[in-house]
């Protein structure tokens, strides 16, 4: 439950965060699993949400200017959606502040920090198989 409380705070900080322009949790959380192009789909399939709610809130944040759509070399029907210069400057700010907030709301030391993360990567490793948590839908169908 604790795990649980603490990615409820953070995704709650990040909301707050003094963002300009403002970005949503959607966004916010579009922005970060943007750490390379992928298609709409699995990252409806990564964030656990409607393809529909996905490709508004990408419609939001490339009116910001912080994403585009660019044609897939490998699928000449398909779109990637990729990171603008200032979309990856906004990703990092994001980022470093999740990292900030996770220390401080966390109570755990630096190494303690390295720990959790070595277990959660453990976890993961262990519960997907096919890159998708056992029993669900494989996101490579998708191309990521």
Same mark, same amino acid.
């Given at each position: ?18 963002? $300009? ?5 959607? +966004?916010?959380?579009?922005?970060? !699993? &943007?750490?390379? *192009?992928?298609?709409?789909? %699995? #990252? ?11 490709? $508004? ?5 490339? +009116?910001?200017?912080?994403?585009? !759509? &660019?044609?897939? *070399?490998?699928?000449?029907? %398909? #779109? ?33 920090? %390295? ?30």
């Amino acid at each position: 439950m604790g795990v649980y409380a603490l990615y409820w705070m953070l995704d709650d900080a990040v909301e707050r965060m003094d963002q $300009a322009p403002r970005i949503g949790r959607l +966004e916010s959380r579009i922005l970060i !699993r &943007l750490d390379r *192009p992928r298609r709409m789909g %699995a #990252l409806a399939q990564l964030l656990l949400t409607g393809p529909p709610s996905v490709t $508004a809130a990408a419609d939001r944040l490339e +009116e910001m200017g912080l994403v585009q !759509r &660019l044609p897939d *070399p490998d699928d000449r029907r %398909a #779109l990637l959606l990729h990171l603008t210069d200032r979309g990856r400057t906004v990703r990092s700010q994001l980022d470093e502040e999740a990292r900030r907030l996770f220390r401080q709301v966390s109570g755990l030391s630096t190494d303690e920090i %390295a720990q959790f993360a070595a277990l959660c990567e453990k976890i993961h490793d262990t519960s997907t198989g096919n890159g998708a948590p056992l029993g669900c839908p494989d996101p490579k169908g998708d191309r990521e």
